[in-house]
């Protein structure tokens, strides 16, 4: 997994909510807080994202583009953002190409099988592309908390 000071990488592609291919090259020049969640509409990863919709206003008050990803399609990404309002982003990377490249890829073990998936992540990334902060799969309950505080 990539971890704070690293550069981000920017010219992976994946596809945006409009159907277009996008990379991270597109939003340099202003923060983006990324995250990436293993899959739409299931409780944790809605939980999370509603965490993100409830906290955007103040977050993006501070120059800071939320932006969640998920190997899931654009259409079920619609359907994602439409069900709960969000208000922000959803990038489709059915290849795992950024997933993998920001080392969130892994294995994952659940009701005692283990199997591949999106581990799930948040990394706040600065004007330029250089990692700032690292928030891994491991933070209790997904919550934006006082440790997911971002100064502008």
Same mark, same amino acid.
């Given at each position: 997994?990539?971890k704070e ?5 920017l010219?992976v &592609?994946?596809?945006n ?6 990379s991270?090259?597109e939003f340099? *020049?202003?923060?983006i807080?990324?995250?990436f969640?293993?899959?739409d509409?299931?409780?944790?990863c809605?939980?999370?994202a509603c ?6 206003q103040? /977050?993006s008050?501070k120059g800071?583009?939320? /932006? ?5 399609s654009q ?5 994602f &953002? ?5 208000n ?8 795992? &190409?950024?997933?993998?490249?920001f080392?969130?890829w ?5 009701? *005692?099988?283990?199997y591949?998936g ?6 706040l990334?600065?004007?330029?592309g250089?990692?700032?902060?690292v928030w891994?799969?491991d933070? &209790?309950?997904?919550?934006l908390?006082?440790?997911h505080? /971002?100064?502008?």
């Amino acid at each position: 997994m990539l971890k704070e000071n690293d550069q981000a990488p920017l010219d992976v &592609k994946v596809i945006n909510e409009n159907g277009q291919e996008t990379s991270l090259q597109e939003f340099l *020049g202003r923060k983006i807080l990324l995250y990436f969640y293993p899959k739409d509409n299931t409780p944790g990863c809605t939980v999370e994202a509603c965490n993100f919709r409830d906290a955007n206003q103040e /977050i993006s008050q501070k120059g800071v583009q939320i /932006i969640g990803v998920s190997k899931d399609s654009q259409t079920s990404h619609e359907k994602f &953002k439409s069900n709960f309002s969000l208000n922000f982003p959803l990038w489709s990377d059915p290849e795992q &190409k950024l997933i993998k490249a920001f080392g969130v890829w892994g294995e994952k073990k659940m009701m *005692g099988k283990t199997y591949f998936g999106t581990k799930r992540s948040t990394f706040l990334i600065d004007e330029k592309g250089k990692i700032i902060k690292v928030w891994p799969k491991d933070r &209790k309950s997904t919550r934006l908390n006082s440790s997911h505080r /971002i100064r502008s």
